[in-house]
């Protein structure tokens, strides 16, 4: 259903953006040598009080009305709780959410990472009133890509404008080809 | 490629490019609940953005949205054009998507094959 690592992160930051948030942080690691994949993401919206964040790892909770089952954590919960991992997280009412997941690298039932380049560039155009720092890394590369540091130097020009589409859509397929 | 090379295009822009982005005369929403994204979202809104970046389309806009409730339809998009009513589409994929760009968005015409409500 979920096929790869990039739904999940297309889901959570869906969450993300719903709750309200600025910033999202996302942070991806790929580890051959720690044998670890490692997602944590992180944002500013309106976060949730603790029982509702005990709740949204429970397949028959969702706070959508019209619609009592919220898929998307439990999926990613099981998932990664399948590969040998676990997954955290952490919530604080009007600060924001933090999920912290760990998978094993080498273990068979672990979806592919997806791609990527697809993932960040269509988060970033279609949110651009949201902030993005994506963190992509290997045990030898380490990719940065902060929507703040583009907005900057487009100095008014939106991210969303045909030329900055196809200009990012270049740049992520010349710099992401690490993972 | 650097960064940097972004400053070329700001510089590149026109004058009237923040204008004409606010004026946007069509927005598109993508819905990217978790249904929406099982169902093959992501490449609906790709395929949408290759078409924008393609076509030059100055004044259309792609924006995302959560579940709509109507999860057998996903992946669904909405069309707003200033004065006229929002058509929404479902059951959509990629190669459907750069059909409602070139048929609909450019050529006025939607594709009422794939519409499933008008309001």
């Known amino acids: 259903m979920m096929d790869d690592i990039c739904a999940h992160i297309t889901d959570v930051v869906a969450n993300s953006v719903s709750a309200g948030a600025k910033k999202v942080f996302i942070f991806l690691e790929k580890s051959t040598i720690k044998n670890a994949l490692h997602l944590k993401i992180t944002d500013n919206g309106k976060g949730m009080d603790e029982e509702t964040a005990k709740k949204v790892v429970d397949p028959f909770f969702s706070t959508k009305t019209g619609r009592k089952v919220g898929l998307g954590i439990p999926l990613l919960k099981g998932t990664a709780e399948t590969c040998g991992g676990y997954f955290n997280l952490k919530s604080a009412l009007g600060e924001g959410t933090e999920i912290d997941v760990f998978f094993t690298l080498d273990h068979p039932d672990l979806p592919p990472i997806g791609n990527l380049k697809d993932t960040i560039l269509i988060l970033t155009v279609s949110n651009p009133e949201v902030d993005f720092l994506f963190n992509i890394k290997n045990d030898v590369i380490n990719f940065i890509f902060d929507t703040e540091e583009i907005k900057g130097l487009l100095d008014g020009v939106p991210i969303n404008s045909p030329e900055v589409i196809k200009f990012l859509t270049n740049y992520l397929d010349e710099h992401l080809n690490f993972i | ?119």
Do not use: F, W
């Open chain 2, 1 to 119: 490629m650097k960064l940097e090379d972004l400053k070329k295009i700001r510089e590149q822009a026109s004058k009237d490019m923040e204008l004409r982005q606010k004026q946007a005369r069509v927005k598109i929403v993508v819905g990217m609940g978790t249904s929406g994204i099982a169902a093959g979202a992501r490449d609906v809104l790709k395929a949408l953005l290759d078409e924008i970046a393609a076509r030059n389309l100055t004044d259309v806009m792609v924006t995302q949205t959560g579940e709509k409730g109507l999860a057998s339809h996903e992946p669904m998009i909405e069309v707003h054009e200033e004065g006229k009513d929002v058509v929404i589409y479902g059951n959509i994929d990629a190669d459907k998507a750069r059909k409602i760009i070139a048929e609909h968005i450019v050529n006025h015409n939607p594709v009422s094959e794939y519409v499933i409500e008008v309001k």
